[in-house]
């Protein structure tokens, strides 16, 4: 995992994905190396976004663990292109992140 800040997120939006946006998380996915079985990927997370929505959306611990999460989720082989995906991925990153919060692991993080 990198965490990042926007200026970083948008150079590595811009040399990935020609989008000269920042971003919240950007998952990346790679093939299994050969003679391996299992695949590895990065998630590139923007700290500064999880700063600045943080505030309005539950804090910035729970904001940073959420886009941990998504990162994750995309990881693991979802997809948010269609309303659908969307709707499925954020439901299991909200169940994640209750289960975080019930046992506290989200305590103690970004402040």
């Known amino acids: 995992m990198i965490l990042a800040d926007n200026t970083e997120t948008i150079r590595v939006n811009r040399q990935l994905f020609d989008s000269d ?3 919240d998380v950007i998952s990346l996915k790679y093939a299994p190396a050969p003679g391996s079985k299992t695949g590895f990927g990065e ?32 990881l693991s082989g979802e997809n948010d292109d269609t309303a659908a995906g969307y709707a499925r991925m954020r439901r299991r990153e909200l ?7 019930k046992t506290g692991l989200l305590r103690g993080l970004i402040r």
């Open 95 to 101: 169940r994640w992140l209750k289960e975080a919060e």
């Open 43 to 74: 998630i590139v997370v923007n700290v500064d976004r999880a700063i600045e929505e943080g505030p309005y959306r539950g804090g910035m611990d729970r904001e940073l663990a959420l886009y941990i999460a998504h990162g994750l989720d995309h």
């Open 21 to 23: 946006n920042s971003t």
